[in-house]
């Protein structure tokens, strides 16, 4: 388990004891913030998962591949810095006290 702070659509942050191997998207579910809709179930073709990494914490991140690159230029809420498809992101204990706030349209 690693701490990830997960802030909604309110404003209002969240820490969550997320589990390793697990996706972040199914983490930030797991946890019951309704603001991730994640629709497609993880299968990256939805964007109903979008979040924002903070600034400081992006390049602690893999880099992303095509298709979530693809899905996220498409999205009205996009940037190019900060957004990540949390369901591309498989959480390892690397990501301890990572911060990220869930996107507009998610
Ligand atoms: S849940 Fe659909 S793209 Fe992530």
Known sequence: MVKISVTDLAGQTSTIEAEIGLSLMENI???DFDDLAAICGGCCSCCT???FVDA???EQLPKMEDDEQFLLEDSENYDPALSRLSCQIEVDD???QLRVTI???A
């Open 49 to 51: 998962c979008h979040v």
């Open 94 to 96: 690397s990501m301890s």
């Open 56 to 58: 400081d914490d992006v």
């Open 29 to 31: 579910r797991n946890n």
């Open 103 to 105: 996107a507009p349209e």
